[in-house]
């Protein structure tokens, strides 16, 4: 069932526990830049380093006794393997998480040190999907999908609604897209919780599928050219109609202008934000007429990229 | 007059309006490494990038309206040259800024860019003390001293103050040293606000001229042997008497200690934060056994290193 407002303000309560109220930062040198005022949501310092610990955390707090007796299981390479087995190990059940042989080591070790089985798999969408389903079979344990699912949806709405509790209504509001889950539920927190903000997303132009969904009426399969490695999902059946219906417009940026956008909060709000995490942003400097004197709210939906690779971004460019 | 506590409570209601209230965050994960509870008061977010906002902002709002219009000078290659230019811009007034001809491009365009004027000199103390004299003799402007100034030191004490608004009383306060205009202010607000809080400074061990001052009873000349640029600068005859009276204790550390905990910060809290402002946290990774656990208040107390540096620092250590 698509989460209501009294459902998503549930979540929020249901939650809080176990995430951090994440702060708001501003910047004049920014906002003069952009010609906006802009209310940063930093996801980037949220558990596990991204808000995927919001959706993990809700829904495995959702479920009933037995099932949490056989634990929960999904396949990811990123964020959310991470925030399902940490919410795994605060209720004290397991969690299998399937990744391809291929993640990094780095993702591995926390999926690990937050005492996750992992299995590994071959690095096709195929592949993970038929080991998750064996070890489902074998374990019994509730799937609990990264994105397209309306518990998880629900609990990534909660960022959006604590930004907009926090700083009241924007004029926009901006998150980026992969699979959808954080920009569907940030889409019906807004419509729930501040109606005249309009929600819009960012993308990669390398991994347009969202843009192009929204232009063709149905999911169009994303593609992989883009540093923004957390956003080359394609969209999901539950969450495309959310964002189809409430989402106002998406805006497609380049590599080098998300580059150009994660050097820009490095030197001017001190923070580290991951690249995928960076599109909105980027987004708001591409299409400034439209921002120009408004109130802008910007999830900055992670921050896990490691210095080496900052670095690396950072000389490509300069 | 060295401040009390309503002049220190005064002084935060005075620069309330053109400062950040700076965000205090936490780390379940960097607590579990340190073994004690650490809050993170992040100045490396405040204006200009560092804490010294508060200070020139509380000197300039005290000058009388003859002064002002004068308008106000320092020497300084650091933050201080780009916060007194900020508060002078904000007030109308001019600011002249001695700086080393050596100072780095990026640190005189801030200065330009809050409309400062700069005059360059040898990059010695002699130099800079003369050419500041010269200035103010044309001018008449007032020298707002980069710490050894009682209203500077007054601003730098709303910091503390701040963080123990917001989290209530500590067991420790940890605070880097330089010339100790922000350890005074801290150990004033801890004395004043919280006084069972002990106020600890952080010092690099290759200009650990405050750890030797605080021996010998008088104040020891700075070395300047280690990446924390910051904090090269000798005691003040103000700073000092204070820092004697109300700082329990100084910790030394190592650059490669303080790199490790620049990483920690940057990939914990992803954050950045420049060396000299890590060295506090430093000192309690290094000193786990005094803090285990207690309530320890880290003063992160600026975040100006350019993602280059931070890539060469990390690099250097791997």
């Not at 209720?91 to 042989?101: D, E, F, H, S």
């Not at 992992?118 to 489902?136: D, G, K, M």
Request: net charge neutral.
């Amino acid at each position: 069932m698509i989460p209501d407002k009294q459902s998503i303000a549930e979540a929020h309560e249901r939650i809080k526990p176990y995430i951090h109220k994440t702060p708001v930062l501003t910047s004049a040198s920014l906002d003069e830049m952009a010609g906006c005022h802009m209310y940063f949501k930093c996801e980037n310092f949220q558990k596990v380093g991204a808000f995927k610990a919001r959706g993990a955390m809700n829904a495995i707090l959702k479920l009933g006794p037995e099932q949490l007796k056989k634990g929960v299981a999904t396949h990811s390479s990123g964020n959310h393997a991470q925030a399902l087995a940490r919410a795994a190990k605060i209720l004290g059940v397991k969690a299998y998480i399937v990744m391809p042989r291929t993640a990094p080591e780095i993702k591995k070790r926390g999926v690990k040190g937050y005492g996750g089985e992992i299995f590994e798999c071959e690095p096709t969408l195929q592949a993970r999907e038929s080991t998750l389903a064996e070890v489902i079979k074998k374990t019994g344990a509730t799937e609990i999908h990264p994105f397209n699912n309306d518990d998880v949806m629900e609990g990534q709405a909660t960022c959006a609604k604590e930004l907009l509790d926090e700083v009241g209504p924007l004029d926009f509001l901006l998150a980026p897209v992969g699979g959808g889950g954080l920009l569907s539920g940030t889409a019906l927190a807004a419509h729930y919780f501040a109606p005249q903000t309009a929600v819009i997303a960012g993308e990669p132009a390398g991994s347009d599928d969202a843009f192009r969904s929204l232009l063709s009426g149905k999911i169009e399969p994303a593609q992989s050219n883009t540093i923004a490695d957390g956003l080359l999902t394609t969209l999901g059946d539950k969450t495309f109609p959310i964002i189809r219906k409430y989402v106002k417009e998406i805006i497609t940026v380049s590599d080098d202008e998300i580059v150009s956008a994660m050097r820009l909060l490095y030197e001017r709000l001190k923070i580290v934000v991951e690249p995928s995490a960076t599109v909105p942003f980027a987004a708001v400097m591409k299409g400034k007429a439209k921002f120009a004197g408004k109130n802008v709210g910007v999830i900055l939906s992670g921050g896990n990229v490691d210095p080496e690779r900052l670095g690396k971004l950072f000389s490509s460019q300069s």
